[in-house]
C-alpha cells in the first residue's frame, strides 16, 4: 500500500503542509537542514498508513470470514478429493494449492457472514455441492504430493487457492504447487484443455507466478463469478488462464532453467 501512487501523493501533500506549518526548510547556513523537507513527509507516514489499515481492515476481515466458512475450506478433502497438494517442510504444511475441475468460475457458499457472529441462513447453504472424492494426500517432508483425479467432464478447471507462508516465499514453492496442479489437470486422462485462476490485486507475487507459468488474462465467461472489489480503492482482481499447449512449452522452459539452475 505504501507504493501505491494515490498514497505518496497523500502523504507528500500532508507532509509539505506540515513544513510549511512548523517552518521546516533548508538553511543555506546549516548543511544538515537539507533533510529538513523530509521531516513532514516522514511524520506524516505512520498516520497515514494506519488511517488506511484501519479502514480496510474490516472488508478484509468481513472477507477472510466468508473465505474460512466456504464450504470447500470446511472440508477440502471431500471438495476436492486428490486434486489439491501440500508443501511440507519439517513436518509442517508450508504450502497449498486446490485445484476444482468440475466448478470452474462458480462462486463458492459460505457458512459465515462478514460479520462477528454472523452465520448463513438456515438451509440456504447447499451442502450437497461438496463432492465425496477420496482424501487429498499429504507430501512428506520438504516435498511435493497428490495425484489427478481420473477423468473431468468440464474443459475448463480452476485453481482455486495458492499460498505458501512468507518466510518460504522466492525459492519456487509457489512454482512447483503450480506446476503440480496444472500437470494434472492437463494429464493424458483429463479432458481438461485450459486452467484459470482469479488472482488478487493486494497479492501481485502470486500473479508473477501464475503469469511465469504460461497464465494470461483472459475474458471471463459470463457466467463466472465477478471479481470482488476490495479495499479504499476498490482494486479489483482478474481472470488468468492457461491452455494445456501453452503449459506443455511452459513445463519445459521452467524444469530446463531449474535444471540449468540446479547444475551451476
Not at 54 to 73: H, K, N, T
Not at 212 to 227: H, L, N, Q, S, Y
Amino acid at each position: 500500500m505504501l507504493r501505491n501512487p494515490f498514497t505518496l501523493a497523500i502523504i507528500l501533500a500532508i507532509g509539505l503542509v506540515l513544513n510549511h506549518i512548523l517552518g521546516f526548510k533548508p538553511s543555506p547556513y546549516y548543511r544538515v537542514t537539507y533533510v529538513a523537507p523530509l521531516i513532514g513527509p516522514a511524520l506524516t507516514t505512520l498516520p497515514v498508513l494506519a488511517t488506511i489499515e484501519y479502514l480496510q481492515r474490516w472488508p478484509f476481515l468481513a472477507r477472510m470470514r466468508q473465505v474460512v466458512g466456504s464450504i470447500d475450506v470446511l472440508d477440502l478433502p471431500a471438495f476436492y478429493g486428490s486434486s489439491a497438494w501440500v508443501f511440507e517442510h519439517n513436518g509442517e504444511v508450508r504450502g497449498f494449492v486446490a485445484l476444482d475441475s468440475t466448478r470452474a468460475g462458480e462462486a463458492i457458499q459460505s457458512v459465515l457472514g462478514g460479520s462477528d457472529g454472523e452465520v448463513a441462513t438456515p438451509g440456504s447453504v447447499d451442502v450437497t455441492k461438496v463432492s465425496t472424492t477420496p482424501a487429498a494426500s499429504k507430501s512428506s517432508s520438504s516435498s511435493l504430493s497428490g495425484s489427478a483425479k481420473a477423468s473431468t467432464d468440464s474443459s475448463t478447471a480452476e485453481i482455486r487457492h495458492l499460498t505458501v507462508d512468507a518466510p518460504l516465499r522466492k525459492f519456487g514453492i509457489g512454482t512447483e504447487l503450480v506446476a503440480a496442479a496444472l500437470d494434472a489437470a492437463f494429464s493424458p486422462t483429463s479432458s481438461t484443455q485450459r486452467v484459470v485462476v482469479l488472482t488478487s490485486p493486494y497479492t501481485p507475487g502470486g500473479e508473477r507466478v501464475f503469469t511465469k507459468c504460461g497464465f494470461a488474462g483472459i475474458e471471463a465467461d459470463k457466467a463466472w463469478r465477478e471479481p470482488e472489489p476490495l479495499g479504499l480503492l476498490k482494486l479489483k482482481g482478474r481472470w488468468l488462464g492457461v491452455s494445456r499447449d501453452v503449459w506443455a512449452k511452459k513445463r519445459g522452459e521452467i524444469f530446463a532453467a531449474s535444471a540449468a539452475g540446479g547444475k551451476g
